[in-house]
């Protein structure tokens, strides 16, 4: 088993930039395919960005790719999202989320195993 805690949310303007991270316990973290969700009030939760054990493959949703980008670090095991480019629709509470590796559609929720309590990210005009 693996448990999720992310931190790094905060409330930054238009524009700005925000790092997520993750921490994992346990020592299979460099055997999960971890990913990144977000779930706005009144909305359903939805995939973010995924990343492959060792880091090498990635995978965004449309909405984010060329503001975040996943990553991961096996030896601290932690993943991180960094944020750039903060809109006034990416305000929502970030989880991160780990199966294992096996094949699996990873921009479904149900597909994972482990989620974290969330962090808050809020943009302001």
Do not use: H
Request: contains cysteine; glycine residues 10%.
């Amino acid at each position: 088993q693996v448990q999720l805690v992310e931190s790094g949310g905060d409330k930054v303007l238009t524009g700005g930039s925000l790092r997520l991270s993750c921490a994992a316990s346990g020592r299979t973290f460099s055997s999960y395919r971890m990913a990144w969700f977000r779930q706005a009030p009144g909305k359903e939760r939805e995939f973010v960005a995924a990343i492959s054990v060792t880091g090498s493959s990635k995978y965004y949703a449309d909405f984010v790719k060329g503001r975040f980008t996943i990553s991961r670090d096996n030896a601290k095991n932690t993943m991180y999202l960094q944020m750039n480019d903060l809109r006034p629709a990416d305000p929502a509470v970030y989880y991160c989320a780990g199966r294992g590796n096996s094949y699996a559609d990873l921009a479904a929720r149900y597909v994972y195993d482990y989620w974290g309590q969330g962090t808050q990210v809020t943009v302001s005009l």
